[in-house]
């Protein structure tokens, strides 16, 4: 197969910066190339030393003065909520009872799941989402459906059929045992085909009885090295009723410990309102809060706590994500865009190439797939994106007056939408021209 090489600035995250000042977290060329083949990155660095290692025929593309990241990861999203978006409600609760369990029963047709899933990967990647993780609905032709696009999109993808089988629509329930067997299948049928990840998803503890969480607990047993994700204290209304079902629980948190569903690939939604006990057993196994700043704001849920969540002694892994449905954007840029602005009203500061890490290498790193995703690291997925900061008239007003990295960054995160995704690359293949 023929070789490709990509030019123009280059831009991959080493670690999490310290600071605007931190040049060592980062790799930035100026004038720098990849060398794609086979879907993965051969090389990376300057152009002339990356077009040096070139042999034989290339193809060269040429994406100068834009900007080439990796892509942007998700790391929480629904797939089944895409028509559920924008729709008025009063809280979470209301909201989820209201538009999106309706929504949800019709994702047992496999004519809906499948066109749903066509749109939501064009939106992943109009967007520059490269990864997702994505709960699915009830229904294994939800399941089915995602996993198929995805393979034939041959993108890196982790998600799940959702296990709920109490306080949602008849249409929505399974039962413990139907839970375990499907899950098990899905598993069988799609974990490791093509670039395909199975995620272990109770949705929340509301929505499953004791018996549904221990075969949840049964699974995360047998597959430990499956990816676990739900949701915790995301609405204080929430909070208590789950507390009121599991009264044999210390908090929230404690519900999922009991289960044995913490752990380093354990993925868990919102996480505002968060205990210092349940903070510490969070950071004691390596479960990650996932952020999903547009969705909070929409809801009204609460302001997450990022820098105290950090910074504290047993510090807590973070992720972020865009929550689609409840979040009210698929760009990840808006997503940061927010999330600063929640920061900002908890008088902390959050600054661009923190923003960026997050959407990149932290993420991936969130996942367990920083060997594969999250950098331009020779060897790994050849998934990036590029990014144009004057891609509208009033972002290319603005852009006249950029002077450094940071600036640019937070122009695209402030002002940035679809728009601002100049390309995304796939496994080294550009996957946004000609969407419509």
């Known amino acids: 197969m023929t070789a490709t090489l990509i030019r123009g600035r280059t831009l991959s995250f080493k670690r999490a910066p310290a600071g605007l000042e931190d040049k060592h977290a980062y790799a930035y060329e100026p004038d720098g190339a990849l060398l794609i083949e086979d879907g993965l990155i051969l090389a990376s660095g300057s152009y002339d030393a990356v077009k040096a290692k070139a042999a034989g025929d290339i193809t060269e ?198 289960y044995g569903l913490l752990g380093p690939k354990t993925l868990l939604g919102h996480c505002i309102h968060l205990s210092e006990r349940e903070m510490d057993v969070m950071s004691e196994t390596g479960s990650i809060a996932v952020h999903c700043p547009t969705s909070n704001l929409f809801l009204g849920s609460g302001l997450f706590p990022l820098k105290k969540l950090v910074g504290r002694d047993k510090a807590v892994r973070i992720a972020v994500a865009t929550d689609i449905g409840g979040g009210s954007s698929y760009s990840m840029l808006r997503t940061m865009d927010e999330a600063y602005k929640i920061q900002q009203l908890q008088a902390e500061r959050l600054n661009p190439l923190e923003s960026f890490y997050y959407m990149t290498l932290g993420n991936a790193r969130a996942l367990s797939l920083d060997n594969k995703i999250g950098t331009l690291e020779p060897g790994t997925d050849a998934d990036f994106i590029v990014l144009n900061m004057a891609a509208t008239p009033a972002t290319a007003l603005k852009a006249e007056v950029v002077n450094s990295l940071a600036d640019e960054l937070f122009l695209l995160q402030t002002m940035g939408d679809d728009r601002a995704i100049a390309e995304t690359y796939v496994a080294g293949v550009a996957a946004k021209t000609g969407l419509a």
């Open 61 to 258: 593309i040429d994406h100068r003065p834009h900007l080439i990241l990796p892509g942007f990861i998700d790391t929480h999203l629904h797939f089944p909520q895409m028509q559920v978006i924008g729709s008025y409600a009063a809280n979470l609760l209301e909201w989820l009872n209201t538009y999106t369990f309706p929504e949800e029963c019709r994702f047992v047709e496999t004519a809906h799941a499948e066109r749903i899933a066509t749109h939501f990967f064009d939106e992943m990647v109009r967007h520059g989402t490269t990864t997702a993780v994505a709960y699915c609905s009830v229904h294994k032709t939800s399941a089915d459906a995602f996993f198929a696009e995805a393979l034939r999109r041959n993108m890196r993808m982790v998600a799940g059929k959702v296990m709920m089988d109490r306080n949602a629509p008849q249409g929505l329930l399974d039962t413990p045992e139907m839970a375990y067997d499907e899950t098990r299948a899905v598993i069988d049928q799609w974990h490791g085909k093509g670039r395909n990840h199975v995620a272990i998803t109770p949705r929340f503890a509301i929505t499953s009885t004791p018996e549904q969480m221990s075969a949840a607990q049964a699974l995360v047993r047998e597959f430990p090295d499956l990816h676990v994700q739900t949701h915790l204290s995301e609405n204080r209304d929430e909070i208590d009723f789950t507390c009121s079902l599991y009264p044999e629980a210390a908090d929230y948190t404690d519900v999922y410990a009991r």
